[in-house]
């Protein structure tokens, strides 16, 4: 799936960001604290509107009313979870939510930071999660420091 960004602007902290991830690629989004990289990943859920600018799938413009549909063919890795009781057979681990995010066969993956440092071994294991991703032809957007390639800096 390839999704574009075309001068977005999101309320005072993203300001007419354009960027395009294509079929089988990864971009990774940097940053510091409350530039506005999980702001950017709510709008692309289509859980934020834009103030300006629009996001397209596959060449589809992402609306309040389209976003649905669109968030069926992603899959999200968020930095913090929270589940309503009743909810503890699903995984809370971070590592384990990338796991199951890039196992669902989503062609669009989402993954926002970890909320804590990992370990090398967690890191290893996420850059693995992420490789294997791309050879199943995954368009992922990551919020990851670590990434050293393809590079956006918010």
Do not use: W
């Amino acid at each position: 799936m390839m999704l574009e960004l075309l001068n977005i602007t999101i309320g005072e902290v993203v300001k007419d960001l354009s960027l395009t991830v294509s079929d089988g690629q990864l971009l990774s989004v940097v940053g510091d604290k409350g530039a506005g990289k999980t702001t950017l990943l709510r709008a692309i859920l289509g859980f934020l509107s834009v103030d300006k600018g629009h996001i397209s799938i596959d060449g589809e413009l992402l609306t309040p009313l389209s976003a649905p549909y669109f968030r069926r063919q992603m899959a999200y890795v968020p930095q913090y979870l929270s589940l309503p009781e009743g909810y503890d057979k699903v995984p809370t681990d971070y590592v384990a939510l990338l796991e199951l995010a890039v196992g669902s066969g989503k062609k669009l993956l989402l993954v926002d930071e970890p909320p804590y440092p990992l370990s090398e071994e967690q890191q290893l294991r996420v850059e693995r999660l992420l490789t294997t991703a791309l050879q199943q032809g995954c368009t992922i957007l990551a919020i990851n420091q670590r990434i050293n390639n393809n590079i956006i800096t918010l």
